[in-house]
């Protein structure tokens, strides 16, 4: 089970931390991702992190200003979002699959949480 946290309502500019915490089971050794969506629009990749940790990557949009990290005995993913922007206004899902392959297509992924809604106000 994934369960995502840290939403909210930030102004532009500014800072959300979301966080993805599984339980159930050891998700250490798969790697996660975090997908977003808007309503009436599709699911949208975000970011994803390797499961030692050391691959990252994310959609261009959010480069440079979203970091996904990991803390492996706290088996959690968080996703630090800086300048903030209007359109980053989505739910936000963590995500994650048995055989995580990296793809940022939503079907890939087996695991999902429940989303957390992400506000940015201009």
């Known amino acids: 089970q994934l369960q995502a946290s840290g939403g909210g309502l930030a102004q532009a500019g500014g800072s959300l931390r979301l966080s993805c915490k599984a339980s159930?089971?050891?998700?250490?050794?798969?790697?996660m991702g975090w997908f977003r969506q808007v309503p009436g629009k599709e699911q949208e990749f975000v970011a994803q992190i390797s499961r030692d940790g050391s691959r990252t990557d994310y959609r261009d949009s959010v480069k440079g200003r979203f970091t996904i990290f990991r803390d492996g005995p706290k088996n959690t993913v968080s996703l630090q979002m800086n300048s903030l922007k209007p359109e980053d206004t989505a739910v936000y899902y963590c995500?994650?699959?048995?055989?995580?392959?990296?793809?940022?297509?939503?079907?890939?992924?087996?695991?999902w949480g429940k989303g957390t809604q992400v506000t940015v106000s201009s």
């Open positions: 995500v994650t699959d048995r055989h995580f392959s990296g793809s940022y297509y939503p079907g890939d992924y087996e695991f």
């Open positions: 159930g089971r050891t998700y250490s050794d798969l790697g």
